[in-house]
């Protein structure tokens, strides 16, 4: 039966989710149950992407990642795939009318993740929309359920999110993306001089990011508000970790906030929502 096969692609999806991101895996389970299956089949694609490029070192990243191009537009044209990572995703894009365009853009970054590229302020920024703007704005048009009028509200506030997020893993991640992949990220910084006044500068652009996001979680509606609230609140906890380490230590460790921390926080937001911070 086809629902059979429907119920898997999703939980293949979930499953993608809860190996590769702690984080977002509690996240989306704060959301409201109807709209999990969606977000799960939206992180599984983008990571199965993001694996393509990041990890698959002894095969033709480019040619696989074309290979996904080509199979996610016959997926969403044909509203089917025997892949069950892309059979949840199209069917999500279906259901919920996401915008082909952002898909593109998505896509368009992780090809710019298979070159050499010496990032300036505008490529950068070219960089960040496509690799977490857009996967934002995705989960926006599940959160608001095609009400094209509260989209347009808090489409502003999701790209902050997003941006804020990508920001946080680009310094988690300093290590392997400079010395494993050849990646420097942040315009105009020589990383091989990379310190802690240059460190700083990145983190004011990321505490920006973050309290206009946080406005925008504040309007979302019920259904998402908490979820999305929780994932904020790991993204920033993890962000204030990596201030309060040296720029020295974070090019050679890779910082991360331990499971037994996440569910800790999970408790203390849940309160403060309870509470109507929020």
């Not at 920024?125 to 996967?135: C, M, R």
Request: net charge neutral; charged share 25%.
């Amino acid at each position: 039966m086809k629902k059979l096969f429907d119920e898997l692609a999703y939980k293949v999806s979930k499953a993608v989710t809860e190996k590769y991101s702690t984080s977002f895996s509690l996240g989306i389970l704060a959301l409201k149950p109807s709209i999990r299956p969606a977000i799960y089949a939206i992180y599984g694609y983008v990571r199965l992407a993001d694996e393509i490029v990041d990890s698959f070192h002894d095969y033709d990243k480019e040619r696989l990642l074309q290979r996904l191009k080509t199979e996610t537009w016959s997926a969403i044209d044909e509203n089917i795939s025997l892949n069950p990572i892309l059979q949840s995703f199209q069917e999500t894009v279906n259901n919920f009318n996401i915008d082909k365009a952002l898909i593109e853009q998505f896509l368009h970054s992780m090809e710019m993740d298979l070159q050499q590229i010496d990032y300036n302020s505008d490529l950068y920024k070219e960089y960040i929309l496509g690799s977490a703007e857009v996967v934002g704005l995705m989960c926006l048009q599940v959160f608001t359920e095609n009400k094209k009028e509260a989209f347009e509200l808090l489409k502003p506030y999701a790209m902050k999110l997003g941006s804020a997020f990508q920001k946080v893993n680009f310094l988690r991640d300093l290590k392997d993306d400079f010395h494993v992949l050849g990646r420097t990220y942040f315009p105009n910084i020589d990383m091989s001089v990379f310190n802690n006044k240059i460190k700083a500068q990145v983190e004011n652009e990321i505490e920006e990011d973050f309290k206009d996001a946080l406005i925008g979680i504040k309007k979302l509606p019920s259904s998402s508000r908490f979820g999305v609230y929780l994932a904020y609140k790991y993204y920033l906890s993890l962000f204030k970790k990596i201030k309060n380490t040296s720029a020295e230590k974070i090019m050679i460790q890779r910082i991360r906030i331990h499971n037994g921390q996440k569910f800790s926080l999970a408790m203390s937001s849940y309160i403060q929502y309870k509470m109507a911070i929020l």
